[in-house]
């Protein structure tokens, strides 16, 4: 069973994690001072977000270009965000689909583990699983 049960719940919780990490955190200096956007794309179901340093935009909104952009189902998304993920894997796979700087995109993940700490408790609030 999907961990998602539409688009518009992808952006409440992906779209709500990223708004309250650039607020919390260093990061959104760290991607002004990059001069990082991202962009997630994301299938069953589909979706789109836009990130840079101080904003989120999510849906038709999110269409446009970024320095990284990552191309993934959802659920392997939500996997992402709990670390359960080994992206040079999903990578050589092609599970997981990259465009962009690849030593700027390792050199980001890093700097995500802020992410990854806050996004359990995300999903707790949403009613997601976390294991």
């Known amino acids: 069973m999907p961990v998602f049960r539409d688009e518009e719940q992808t952006y409440e919780v992906f ?3 990223w708004r309250e990490v650039l607020s919390e955190s260093k990061l959104s200096e760290k991607l002004r001072k990059m001069k ?3 962009k997630f794309i994301t299938r069953n179901p589909d979706g789109c977000m836009w990130i840079c340093h101080d904003r989120v935009l999510t849906g038709p909104e999110a269409d446009q270009d970024a320095v990284i952009t990552m191309e993934l ?3 392997m998304a939500h996997e992402f965000w709990l670390d359960n993920l ?3 894997k999903a990578l050589t796979s092609n599970e997981v689909k990259a465009r962009g700087p690849l ?3 390792m050199g ?5 583990k802020f992410v990854y700490k806050k996004y359990p ?6 009613g997601l699983p976390t294991e």
């Open 15 to 17: 779209g709500g994690l």
């Open 36 to 38: 990082l956007t991202m």
């Open 73 to 75: 189902p959802a659920d």
């Open 86 to 88: 080994e992206l040079g």
């Open 103 to 105: 030593p700027k995109l």
């Open 108 to 112: 980001l993940l890093p700097m995500l």
């Open 121 to 126: 408790e995300h999903c707790k609030k949403h």
